[in-house]
């Protein structure tokens, strides 16, 4: 992404680039609740027009069968640095979402009060909430449409964001995997050979190294383990010599994590500037996959189109049946 100057000063806003691709990964989950939705009232219209003609016992069977889905090949919602909610929290974060705000700060607490005084479970709780919040102010928000939903969770996200400390590198390529993910669960409508991912929601140690970004994977047949394996190397000095050495300890780090972890695919990302193309080279035959991003990392803010498709395509093949 180009910085846009005006007047010689810089104004661009990579924040909203990297929430709106974010935003974009929750559309398949976003799909799957109108799927439910269809199934539930027998109605093959838009989720927006399903919930404005449902009363509260069609909206509270529809949230419910969100809720209580037991297929494991359900999409993912995500926080604001791509980490991945638990499926009912995700199912209370969407369904809150588009109808109030601050589901965590504001309604959380309010919800606790209820199972306090009437002795009832969370789940009910909450669901019972939903209902009566999407079916009072409906006709207040007007529409469910994605395109609205979409401004929503980006503004959400940018809180949740805001709220949590951590890698801002880490979390963009998290971010990008994540969508990756998502882009074949939107086509397919499952995650291929394999169970649904659990993607990891901070670094992993592995012996004497840090993977930066991981997701385990679990064959549907026959149960083998692999993983997705995403080491991170930095530098704001250029390459020159230097690359030789930073090469040198990333080979040494996929050798000793192979040793480590059966059926591992590693991927390695370098934002460096003016890395040697010999010592890309020779990490490209040890790694089965590499992303160099020649800047300062003071200035990476995600994966580009081109660099996304080309995540995208690789994970779509090790997915696939």
């Not at 929750?26 to 027009?49: I, T």
């Not at 588009?98 to 709780?125: E, F, G, H, N, V």
């Amino acid at each position: 992404m180009k910085d846009i100057l005006v007047h010689q000063v810089n104004v661009s806003h990579y924040r909203l680039v990297e929430l709106a691709n974010l935003a974009d990964q929750a559309k398949p989950f976003y799909c799957w609740v109108e799927k439910m939705a269809k199934q539930v009232s027998g109605h093959n219209k838009s989720l927006s027009e399903i919930l404005f003609a449902s009363n509260k016992l069609q909206i509270k069977k529809i949230i419910a069968s969100c809720y209580l889905n037991e297929l494991d090949e359900k999409p993912l919602l995500f926080d604001g640095v791509g980490r991945v909610y638990e499926h009912t929290k995700a199912c209370f974060y969407f369904f809150a979402w588009i109808i109030r705000d601050a589901p965590t700060q504001r309604l959380s607490p309010l919800i606790t009060r209820m199972q306090k005084l009437s002795d009832i479970k969370k789940i009910i709780a909450e669901t019972d909430t939903l209902v009566e919040l999407i079916y009072q102010y409906r006709s207040v928000v007007k529409t469910f449409d994605w395109q609205a939903i979409r401004e929503v969770i980006i503004d959400r996200l940018e809180g949740s964001r805001r709220s949590i400390s951590g890698n801002k590198i880490e979390s963009s390529i998290r971010t990008s995997l994540v969508a990756a993910i998502q882009h074949y669960y939107s086509i397919y409508g499952n995650y291929g050979k394999f169970k649904k991912p659990e993607i990891a929601n901070k670094q992993a140690k592995i012996g004497k190294h840090t993977v930066d970004v991981s997701i385990a994977l679990t064959n549907k047949e026959t149960l083998i383990k692999e993983s997705i394996l995403i080491p991170v190397k930095t530098r704001e000095t250029e390459g020159g010599g230097h690359s030789h050495l930073f090469t040198r300890d990333i080979i040494s780090a996929i050798t000793d994590i192979k040793k480590e972890v059966e059926n591992s695919h590693i991927i390695v990302v370098i934002i460096a500037e003016n890395w040697s193309p010999e010592e890309l080279n020779t990490i490209d035959v040890i790694a089965e996959f590499i992303f160099h991003f020649n800047m300062n990392p003071n200035k990476f803010t995600g994966f580009d189109d081109e660099s996304q498709q080309k995540l995208n395509k690789y994970i779509d093949r090790l997915l696939k049946k």
